[in-house]
């Protein structure tokens, strides 16, 4: 059974549209995160949600709109993509917050923007 | 500021050598410290963690790291690396409560010679 589980593994998009990744986890956590890894695999937080509520937004862009349906679920929404854009994506999940944070990575989506 | 320092961007070991592997945190409070393993196309697994207690904290894989407060230092240790070590690996930081984003080094690839 996959823990944390993201779709699409790979994307391949021009500049200019529009996309989402898809990240779903099945552990009960109630804290759900995105993480871009760059080029030189540098990995850094982007979005928190915990119980559905936007906890943590670290200067993203504004065209990056993170969703949470349920705590299960964190999808993200890129309006009109840019090559800078072009990254792995991350999507993460720990119990609630104040506990011990240990977070469960998803497999990550290559994403590319040509 | 809080940071993660991982001083080596490369290493190479023989197979059968023993490996460490550096991190030095910059934080405020009491850190919980983290170790994570990416292998090639792969997401992050975690390898081990310490929040409090005893200074030397095994995980999986024979690895085990230790917690020196006096050096902000959590180095990763193993006695006798295998070649399915090959990987980067990822030392990060994060608070103990509250907004639990994690903060990242910017990674060590190990390679692993025969």
């Known amino acids: 059974d996959t823990a944390v589980s993201q779709t699409p593994k790979y994307l391949v998009t021009q500049m200019g549209n529009d996309k989402s990744i898809k990240c779903e986890q099945n552990?009960?956590?109630?804290?759900m995160y995105w993480y871009k890894q760059d080029s030189k695999k540098f990995l850094k937080i982007m979005f928190s949600y915990n119980n559905k509520e936007l906890i943590i937004n670290e200067t993203v862009p504004n065209r990056f709109s993170p969703k949470s349906p349920d705590k299960a679920h964190l999808n993200l929404h890129i309006n009109s993509l840019e090559l800078g854009d072009s990254a792995v994506y991350f999507c993460a999940s720990s119990p609630r917050t104040g506990t011990n944070n240990e977070q469960f990575f998803g497999p990550g989506t290559r994403l590319t923007v040509l | 500021a809080q940071s993660v320092t991982q001083p080596d961007i490369h290493i190479t070991v023989s197979e059968g050598a023993s490996l460490e592997l550096r991190c030095n945190y910059s934080?405020?409070?009491?850190?919980?410290l983290f170790w994570y393993v990416q292998s090639p196309g792969q997401g992050l697994q975690l390898l081990l963690k310490?929040?409090?207690?005893?200074?030397l904290v095994q995980g999986i894989k024979g690895f085990e790291a230790e917690f020196k407060r006096s050096q902000s230092s959590f180095n990763l240790r193993k006695p006798s690396v295998h070649w399915s070590d090959a990987a980067e690996y990822f030392c990060?930081?994060?608070?103990?409560?509250?907004?639990?984003?994690?903060?990242f080094g910017a990674g060590t690839r190990l390679a692993v010679h025969p």
């Open positions: 310490y929040f409090s207690g005893d200074t």
């Open positions: 552990l009960g956590h109630d804290t």
């Open positions: 934080y405020g409070a009491t850190p919980y």
């Open positions: 990060a930081v994060s608070g103990p409560g509250g907004y639990n984003k994690l903060i």
